[in-house]
């Protein structure tokens, strides 16, 4: 009996693992037979956005042409997600405009996207956004997984089949709480189209792809975007979706709005040339050519600003600098622009500019370069020259673009032949543009912009009052007096008072001496106007001999030393008697070191040291007064002295 028992329970086993060996077996044959289903790359327009696509990393196909104006980068390198992918990748240099196959990887939110020009692209700033990505060469990395269909949020899902339902959002669980479905809102809408897509292989073509993508709005407004209707709401930051908690349904704006590029901190003024001559055709490339400007330069607050002046006969303000504070509301403005007629009166639109436009009425900074472009059709009808003067010595860069300019039949009508060099900021080249015809007036706007963005070759924002260190040596000798010494200072506040005086413009410094030298205050220690008057009037007499020689060599190495490589270095020397020593040496040495001296002289002073003190020539640098009561009305000479010889230098 035992011995059967055992001899079934041996059969049992042994079935047993009959079975497992051939399941096995058969399991292995499945799998060889078993094929890994192919990816396929799903394929995107030109249009679609990072933010409308809700996977973290995945590998798409762009067409070609996405390095079109109408699709907007914001960022480089790491791009703001509100950005169209395909133009961030051209921007990046990963694509070219043929388009291709990129790998897309979203990342955080950023507190800055700092926009550029690269590849064709030129990409906004952006203040901030809540959700990044990068983009890299379309290789898939190795036991990489990538979606074939793209999982799209949008405004709307396509209606649900008859019995099927929606399912619930599931808030993610927190410890020590049970998870409850939310109830959802589906906001009703028209079908997909372009990036409005639920999941799919290959979005359809967008209805929009031929359009120009909408730009950021202002808070509290929002551009449609195609499949969109009125009804659409922002949600939150992570479920920008059809299908949002109603808890979580935010009033926030979704589009973001550009403070503008930074690295273009510009105060922007277009003469534009609304004569009769111009036609209404040219006149309407003239406005296309200002909206692109305007679409290239990112308008706003913390970037460039943009105004427009419209001249003919007369000159007319058709918007200043504050009126629109972004790239969007400027175009719409320059399009209902209308043109004038008239002349071609360039020079009286260039004085009116001058006078009125960069003031702080209307919109002007005082930190930023002033820039002032003319545009003129063939040639003026008036005489530019000397109002473009004045306007360079007010600080204005003054380029000209000359379109269909004089053939060399022609010349005989133009009033200043050459006016356009004569006129601008330099005569290097750098601030003329001669196009050649209206159509193909559209090729000047990236060097345009390269150009009225470069600060450091803005030479005109530099002014005779806002680019000096000006230090003041003050003689503090005993046949001054205090009623004299104080009549001395408030000289030195005159002078000072003309000066625009700041931390990068005009700093003042101060020594007074005797037969030993003190300095009363240094070019770093005060950055304001009131500051520097108020120091001035904080210095006490000192009274002793008088050892002019000594006190050029002290302001040389205690103020002049200090000074800022691309300042100009300006002495303004008061003595009311000859010196005890030699001022010769000391005098020689200063312009050696390209210190520009005026030499004031009082009652007692030698007119032959002043001579040697002064900068060459003498009669420019060198001044006489009988008393000091009379030193008031040296002034406005030394200021007007000093501007004739910072304005005399070549523009080249």
Not at 161 to 171: D, H, I, L, S
Not at 462 to 472: E, M, R, Y
Request: charged letters at 20%; a positive charge; proline letters at 6%.
């Amino acid at each position: 009996m035992g011995i059967a028992v055992l001899t079934m329970k041996a059969s049992v086993i042994e079935m047993f693992l009959v079975l497992l060996v051939t399941g096995i077996h058969s399991n292995k044959e499945m799998t060889k037979k078993m094929k890994r289903p192919k990816f396929t790359v799903p394929q995107i327009n030109c249009d679609v956005k990072a933010r409308k696509i809700i996977n973290p990393e995945f590998v798409v196909q762009c067409p070609a042409g996405c390095q079109d104006p109408r699709y907007h980068v914001y960022g480089t390198d790491v791009y703001a997600s509100y950005s169209s992918v395909c133009a961030a990748a051209v921007h990046s240099g990963v694509l070219d405009n043929s388009g291709g196959q990129i790998l897309v990887r979203k990342a955080a939110g950023q507190s800055g996207y700092k926009g550029s020009y690269s590849n064709g692209v030129q990409s906004l700033s952006l203040p901030r956004w809540r959700e990044s990505f990068v983009v890299a060469e379309g290789k898939p990395q190795k036991g990489g997984t990538y979606p074939s269909a793209l999982t799209y949020s949008s405004a709307k899902r396509p209606a649900a089949k008859a019995g099927e339902t929606t399912g619930a959002y599931q808030k993610p669980s927190v410890p020590g709480t049970t998870t409850q479905p939310v109830s959802l809102m589906q906001v009703p809408g028209t079908t997909p189209t372009g990036d409005n897509h639920t999941t799919s292989p290959e979005p359809s073509p967008s209805a929009g792809s031929a359009t120009s993508s909408p730009r950021p709005q202002p808070a509290g407004h929002r551009s449609q975007e195609p499949g969109e209707t009125d009804l659409w709401k922002p949600g939150s930051v992570l479920l920008d979706a059809g299908f949002v908690p109603k808890e979580e349904l935010s009033t926030q704006p979704l589009d973001p709005v550009s403070q503008g590029d930074p690295n273009c901190k510009v105060d922007l003024s277009f003469l534009i040339d609304g004569s009769a001559s111009i036609g209404r055709r040219r006149f309407r490339i003239q406005k296309q050519f200002l909206a692109d400007i305007a679409q290239a330069l990112d308008i706003g607050p913390a970037g460039p600003l943009m105004g427009v002046v419209q001249y003919g006969d007369n000159p007319a303000t058709q918007f200043n600098l504050k009126t629109h504070m972004n790239s969007r509301d400027l175009k719409t403005a320059i399009e209902n622009i209308a043109q004038r007629g008239g002349l071609s009166n360039v020079g009286r639109a260039i004085s009116f500019v001058t006078k009125n436009f960069f003031s702080k009425a209307g919109g002007n900074r005082g930190s930023a370069p002033n820039v002032a472009v003319v545009m003129v059709d063939g040639w003026p009808t008036d005489k530019v020259e000397e109002a473009a003067r004045l306007a360079r010595e007010s600080g204005i860069n003054i380029f000209f673009i000359t379109i269909e300019g004089a053939v060399e039949s022609e010349k005989q009508y133009v009033m200043e032949p050459n006016f356009a060099s004569k006129a601008a900021c330099r005569t290097n080249g750098f601030y003329v543009l001669g196009v050649p015809s209206w159509f193909s007036l559209h090729k000047t706007v990236q060097p345009l912009v390269k150009r009225v963005c470069d600060s450091e070759q803005l030479a005109c924002s530099k002014t005779c009052l806002n680019s000096a260190d000006v230090g003041f040596v003050i003689d503090g000798s005993s046949s001054v007096g205090t009623g004299n010494f104080r009549t001395v200072l408030q000289f030195v506040a005159n002078l000072s008072r003309e000066f625009e005086i700041s931390d990068t413009d005009t700093r003042v410094g101060a020594v007074q001496y005797t037969y030993e030298q003190r300095l009363e205050f240094g070019f770093e220690a005060y950055s304001t106007k009131p500051d520097v008057l108020n120091a001035i009037k904080r210095v006490g007499y000192w009274s002793g001999g008088t050892s002019t020689g000594a006190a050029i060599n002290y302001a040389l190495g205690q103020l002049f030393e200090r000074s800022k490589p691309n300042k100009r270095k300006l002495m303004v020397l008061i003595t009311d008697g000859r010196s005890y020593d030699d001022v010769r040496v000391p005098a020689m040495a200063a312009h050696r070191k390209g210190v520009i001296t005026y030499a004031i002289g009082v009652a007692w002073a030698a007119q032959d040291e002043l001579d040697v003190i002064a900068t060459h020539p003498a009669k420019d640098h060198a001044f006489f007064v009988d008393e000091f009561d009379s030193l008031y009305q040296l002034a406005p000479r030394v200021i007007q002295n000093i501007c004739t010889e910072f304005n005399s230098r070549p523009r080249n």
